[in-house]
Structure formats: C-alpha cells, structure tokens
C-alpha cells in the first residue's frame, strides 16, 4: 500500500473508530510524516518494501538526533509507527508487521509537581474574585469566568482538554459533572461548593452576554467575542493568575490536576478513587502520585517523631 495513503488510512481509523482526540491525531501525524518522509529518502514508497531492518534504524537514528529527543517523545513516535503497522496487518492490507520487534525507551519516572493547599488558593484568589464577595460585583467579566475556570479544574481534576470541551447542559446535575476523557469515555466526577458557586456565578453574570456576541454554541466557556475558549487560552490564563500569586514554580492545567490528585491522596482517599476521577485506564498510572504523598508522610514523620533522625 502507498505510504501516504497508509497514513491516511489509518489516522481515519484512529479518529472515527477509536475516538482519539484531535490533539492526539495531530501528533501521530507528525510523527508518520517523519517515518515517511525518512522512507521515502531511501527509495520506499510502499508499506510492503518495509523491513524491520529499516524500522530499527529509524528508531537508532531518531533517538540519536541532536538535540536529544525526550524519552516520552521518542516512545509516542515509535508507538505510532507500530500502530501503523499493526493496524495494516490487522486490516488484511500487509502480510507481516516490520515494526514487531520494535521496544520503546523506557521513560524516566519523574514524580509530578504539584503545588500546596495554600499556593492554590493563592493561585485562584489571584485568579478572580470569589463568588458573593464584594469585589465580585465590580468585577471584570473575565475575571470571573477565570475564577470559574480554575475553581472547576481544581475541583474535577480534569485535563484541561476536557474542560475547554464541557457544555453548559454537562454542569446541570448539582453536584457532579459529567467529562468526556480520552477516547470519548465519559465519567462523572463530584464537584465542591466553591466551583459550583463560580461557574454558576460565571453563568448568571458573564456567559450570556458573551454567547449573544458569537455563533451559537453549548460549550460552557467562551471567550471576550463569544467563541468556544481554546486550550491554549486557557493555559495562558492560568500563567498570568500564577505570576499575579507570585507563584515561581511551573504552574500550568496539569500542575493543579496533579494537585488535585496528590491532596486528595494526602486526605486518605484510596488510589482507585483517584484513579476513576482522574479517567485512568489503568491504576498504574494513578501510583505515581502515591510516591509525593510518601515523601509527604516522610517530612512529617521526620518532624514529628522523637527518634525520627
């Protein structure tokens, strides 16, 4: 089969069949455009010609690049090289999988970051007023759908991804809110007073007059002009609350979804609890987060204990 067709073939089967997100799609087309491209500078132009000799020296030289590729980077690549291949064996359209032997780097384990109980409240504090307060009346109107944002992303921990994707009709079942996570799976994650209390004062005060502004659309937040807000422009909102808190640390989306996860830990809840509100597929990668409360119980126990050092 024709290596660009191929490609196409199967980021189809990927996005419809499997329900990817575009994100994801986006990347595992960057990714098949280099194995292509670097197949197609030996004189293959057909998925048949493939050896799993070339596929290991793409891997070799992919990993040996300058500047050095990160592990999780190189381990999405090679992922969507051997999901290309299996895919087409899969299909009937190629009798053997060159990229079967392939075996991704293994990425280092880095504990994420995550800030205390009281950065974040100093993070959404500076974020904008809190509902009921009298700064609240007076408020600009994007401060208030910022302070809705980050109380909700706190609240959830949802990726951001997911936020930027919720429809009002997502926030109409009192105290839960319905996600859609990665593969178009939905789960229902509780929500706390705080957040209930800044979305619906974003809703009441804010939304409708941007949503009069724009095309008509269910999402839940928007922008200045009424469009559906972006990633991206979530990402900076959050930055500019955290340089407003004089937060030095890295704050990003992720930052208070692992914050999330880590206080919840701290708190007592058990891993399989986090694991279903944060959308795992597995609890393996839930226990992660199990090692920062650890430390924490180390500092304490240090602290506290009279024999401790």
Known sequence: ???????????????????????????????????????????????????????????????????????????????????????????????????????????????????????????????????????????????????????????????VSEIVQLDVDDTAHGDVLRVRGKGAKERIVPVGSYARDAVEAYLTRVRPGWAAKGRATPRLFLGVRGAPLSRQSAWLIIQAAAERAGLTAHVSPHTLRHSFATHLLQGGADVRVVQELLGHASVATTQIYTHVSVDALRDIYATAHPRAR
């Open 1 to 159: 089969m024709e290596l660009g067709r191929a490609v196409e073939t199967y980021l189809r089967h990927v996005a419809l069949e499997r329900g990817l997100s575009d994100h994801t799609v986006a990347a595992y087309r960057r990714d098949l455009g280099v194995y292509v491209d670097w197949l197609r500078q030996r004189g293959v132009v057909d998925t048949d010609a493939v050896t799993p000799t070339m596929v290991a020296e793409f891997a070799a030289e992919r990993a040996a690049a300058e500047p050095p590729p990160a592990a999780s980077s190189l381990a999405r690549l090679q992922s969507s090289v051997r999901g290309l291949h299996r895919f087409l064996v899969r299909e009937g359209r190629a009798d053997d999988d060159p990229s079967g032997r392939l075996r991704p780097p293994k990425a280092p384990r880095r504990l994420p970051k995550a800030l205390s109980i009281t950065q974040v409240e100093q993070l959404l504090t500076a974020s904008g007023p809190a509902p009921g307060s009298s700064e609240a009346t007076a408020a600009d109107p994007s401060a208030v759908r910022d302070r809705a944002l980050l109380e909700l992303l706190y609240a959830t921990g949802a990726r």
